[in-house]
């Protein structure tokens, strides 16, 4: 199975700052014949289900803020919340759809400084 | 509005059975692949299960395999998840779990979810 492992498990970033949360596969998540890479990134917030934010490593969900950014490719992929709002408290989570099992990072917890 | 609402959840012994259901609306339910995907009490994401959208192909996560059975009914659009021989580990919010058009396994809509609690 895929090992999604994220850095930092815990994040105090102050409003209006950058926030960088980081996930590493343990293989390729690009898959060559289409040079995509298979990973999402989703936020949770308490008592709700998660929500899915960028697919495709890049590619931003319809309506989600473009504060919200992914990048990476390969085993090492990035998210980015280039100014940090109130509501973006929450804990996020990476993903590997490139093989079943599908397999999620253990998440990072984002709070306000 | 897309939606899924799943039921069935409880409180069960270990070794017990319970069957979860999944009610979808708003989209073509026959034409997507559908997941079943659990969040235990330590907040961990876990993949169970998927089947295709005629429900002729079907995968499970190992820890699963052999006790639990994904089904559709696509008359009903209601997906479900026959759960047996329960063990304490299965002590989750179960979630189902919608694809992104045309990209499986990346999940847009989910379920509020349906929680499991195994315990005597």
């Known amino acids: 199975d895929f090992v999604m492992t994220q850095s930092p498990e815990y994040l105090a970033v102050s409003l209006g700052e950058r926030a960088t949360i980081n996930c590493k596969s343990s293989?390729?998540?690009?898959?060559?014949?289409?040079?995509?890479?298979?990973l999402a990134w989703y936020q949770q917030k308490p008592g709700q289900p998660p929500k899915l934010l960028i697919y495709?490593?890049?590619t931003r969900e319809s309506g989600v803020p473009d504060r919200f950014s992914g990048s990476g490719s390969g085993i090492d992929f990035t998210l980015t919340i280039s100014s940090l709002q109130a509501e973006d408290v929450a804990v996020y989570y990476c993903q590997q759809y490139y093989s079943t099992p599908y397999t999620f990072g253990q998440g990072t917890k984002l709070e306000i400084k | 509005e897309v939606q899924l609402v799943e039921s069935g959840g409880g409180l069960v012994q270990p070794g017990g059975s319970l069957r979860l259901s999944c009610s979808a609306s708003?989209?073509?339910?026959?034409?997507?692949?559908m997941h079943w995907v659990r969040q235990t009490p330590g907040k961990r994401l876990e993949y169970v299960s998927v089947?295709?959208?005629?429900?002729?192909?079907?995968f499970y996560a190992d820890s699963v395999k052999g006790r639990f059975t994904i089904s559709r009914d696509n008359s009903k659009n209601t997906l479900y998840l026959q759960m047996s021989s329960l063990r304490a580990e299965d002590t989750a919010v179960y979630y189902c779990?919608?694809?992104?058009?045309?990209?499986?396994?990346?999940?847009?809509?989910w379920g509020q979810g349906t929680l499991v609690t195994v315990s005597s």
């Open positions: 089947i295709s959208g005629d429900g002729g192909s079907t």
């Open positions: 708003g989209f073509t339910f026959s034409t997507y692949t």
């Open positions: 495709w490593a890049s």
């Open positions: 293989q390729t998540l690009l898959y060559s014949s289409n040079n995509k890479n298979y």
């Open positions: 779990v919608k694809d992104v058009i045309m990209i499986v396994g990346a999940f847009d809509i």
